[in-house]
């Protein structure tokens, strides 16, 4: 038997790996031959408190459950839910097989997506799911950074796509928008980009769309054009600058790449009504 992997306990000086994220413990990836493992091979009935999966590389294996009889052949996988009493009955000679075992947190948002009772499952192994494993087995020994991470990433996209085969509620997705993407893009640009003045030829070059395009969708979406939007978003950062007393004027005008005061105060009065002292002024006053 060949541990490929072997989920360490978390390290609470880090954020968690993207399986303790995801509520997904005692994992291993192990390769088996029969040749080499026979005395790995289980024949009494058993069960477990996690997932147990078996892909099957080469050959095949029956497998008995209080309810079937399954075989499963080479290209195949067997996914056996927790708690289900099986055994080992019969293997081809030459049989060798992935396995991965692991458990789920009750408060993981993978257990509300699964039916109840989760059956037994032979499915045909997605090619996706055979890529996945090679990139696994290519990055296992490297020694650059990130390698930890990037293992913990493939085997839970290994486990995603097993379960994806149950037919879950994707309730990881985000819930639907009926935001323009383009429009998304651009509000994302904006943020990054406060401290800076754009132009709205450069925000329609970055979404990829001309900028009457752009004005037209901002003015459906936001009743505002772009260059409105701009500045509502800039001056509303401004504020905020205002309200923290360490920040000089002439400091927060070079923070937004101002030319100098005079526009700064140009600026910002036209969306305030006052200047940006009037403003540090009257935010003072108010507490």
Do not use: W
């Not at 990055?139 to 996209?157: M, V």
């Not at 937004?256 to 540090?280: C, I, Q």
């Amino acid at each position: 038997m060949e541990i490929l992997f072997k989920q360490t306990p978390l390290n609470t000086t880090l954020p968690a790996s993207p399986l303790e994220y995801h509520g997904i413990e005692r994992c291993y990836l192990k390769h088996l031959s029969v040749e080499r493992d026979r005395s790995a091979v289980t024949r009494k009935r058993h069960h477990h408190t996690g997932f147990e999966i078996h892909m099957i590389e080469h050959g095949s294996q029956t497998y008995k459950t209080d309810t079937a009889l399954l075989t499963v052949r080479a290209g195949e996988l067997l996914l056996i839910p927790p708690l289900v009493k099986h055994c080992m009955v019969e293997e081809m000679p030459g049989t060798s097989k992935y396995s991965i075992t692991f458990s789920l947190k009750s408060s993981s948002i993978l257990s509300s997506t699964l039916s109840d009772p989760l059956c037994c499952l032979v499915e045909k192994i997605p090619f996706s799911l055979s890529d996945t494993i090679t990139a696994f087995r290519a990055e296992l020994h490297s020694n650059a950074p990130y390698t930890s991470l990037i293992l913990s990433g493939r085997i839970l996209e290994c486990i995603l796509q097993i379960l994806r085969l149950t037919d879950p509620l994707d309730l990881t997705a985000p819930p639907p928008t009926d935001e323009d993407v383009r429009l998304t893009l651009a509000k994302q640009y904006i943020q990054d980009n406060l401290r800076q003045d754009i132009s709205l030829t450069e925000l329609a070059t970055y979404c990829c769309i001309s900028s009457k395009q752009l004005t037209r969708i901002f003015r459906k979406e936001e009743g505002i054009s772009a260059t409105e939007y701009i500045r509502r978003q800039r001056c509303q950062y401004i504020e905020k600058l205002l309200a923290d007393p360490s920040l000089s004027l002439r400091t927060i005008s070079d923070m937004m790449h101002f030319n100098n005061e005079y526009y700064f105060n140009t600026f910002f009065k036209k969306h305030a009504g006052m200047s940006p002292g009037a403003y540090r002024l009257s935010v003072r006053h108010s507490r």
